[in-house]
């Protein structure tokens, strides 16, 4: 794993816990989602991402950052999935669900990742860069992806996060690097 793959990584993350307040109207009217279902929607990524923190350290420490962070990733693309095909807002709901459980293992794999493969005087620089670039994630979700979704639907851009996470998820575990 790459520095620049783990921030892509955690921006796809940030994208995905901020998009859904920007597609509430397009989620709404496509599965004719009421107010209290979308903010069920879009805390499922909240809750579940809390939840699986301690979790997701275990798996972190028996199987590694590398494995841990690929196999992560490819439960973001699987949620990133959900929430592109959805027909109906349980579907939907298990998108975020999905998202905010592959993302609790990815963040803390990345910080495990950072820690190893950096030394400990740079840890703070490189968290910083990771967490900076990682935040675009969450500038697209919102003013970027407004304007998009006036040209493409939600399935097609969550179709597209979804292949950037397993195209990042393969990368990862194919690479040799801890």
């Known amino acids: 794993m790459a520095l620049h793959q783990a921030a892509t990584i955690c921006g796809i993350g940030f994208f995905h816990r901020f998009a859904p307040a920007t597609f509430a109207d397009t989620i ?8 209290t279902g979308l903010g069920v929607l879009a805390a499922g990524h909240f809750w579940i991402y809390t939840a699986a923190q301690i979790p997701a350290g275990m798996v972190l420490d028996r199987y590694g950052a590398r494995s841990s962070v690929a196999a992560a990733s490819a439960v973001v693309a699987l949620g990133s999935v959900l929430l592109a095909t959805a027909g109906g807002l349980v579907q939907a709901t298990c998108g975020p669900i999905l998202t905010g459980l592959g993302m609790s ?74």
Request: net charge positive.
């Open 28 to 35: 709404a009217t496509s599965l004719g989602a009421s107010a």
């Open 105 to 178: 293992a990815v963040f803390v794999g990345v910080m495990r990742f950072n820690a190893q493969a950096f030394p400990a005087h740079r840890y703070g620089l490189v968290t910083s860069v990771t967490m900076l670039i990682a935040n675009v994630g969450s500038i697209a979700a919102g003013s970027p992806t407004a304007l998009l979704i006036e040209h493409w639907s939600r399935r097609t851009l969550f179709g597209v996060a979804s292949l950037v996470s397993a195209v990042l998820a393969v990368m990862v575990c194919s690479r040799r690097r801890p």
